[in-house]
């Protein structure tokens, strides 16, 4: 495996829209696997290709729970509940924010051997499958902080 460079904010790759993964091939898991190293190296719990300068849609994940999530051409089909807490970034480094998030999310997705998952998350995981898709939008998390009115 290979580690990746992490692009920091400011990177203009970081705003693109990243492309749908048309072929789950054995680069596409190569990729995957790579990303799954690259963001343990970098103590995270979930990393988007943009992040490492690739667009394609296709996340990583690791939120503690035992799974590694390996997520290619990610949808949300359903949301419930709210949940504010503490994020961060690897692109956006020592910077910490409370951000609002669904507490419950469905997502649909194909993994690594091209099958079609179907995955429920909450609390943290939920806070990760968002926060990672937003990455394959252009979207940052410091995008979504909600403006503080005195």
Known sequence: M???NIRINGD???????KIVTNVDSKIKILLDD????????DGVGLAAPQIGILK?????????????????????ETSGEQIDQEGCLSVPEVKKNIKRPKNVTVVYTDENGKEVTLKGQDLLARCIC??????DGIL???RVEKQVD
């Open 2 to 4: 290979a580690l990746r």
């Open 141 to 143: 998390f410091i995008d």
């Open 57 to 77: 849609r296709m996340v990583v994940i690791d939120v503690g729970d035992g799974n590694v999530y390996k997520i290619i051409n990610p949808k949300i089909i």
């Open 131 to 136: 926060h990672e898709i937003d990455h394959l």
């Open 35 to 42: 990303m799954v190293d690259t963001m343990y190296e970098n």
């Open 12 to 18: 203009e790759i970081l705003r693109k829209k990243s």
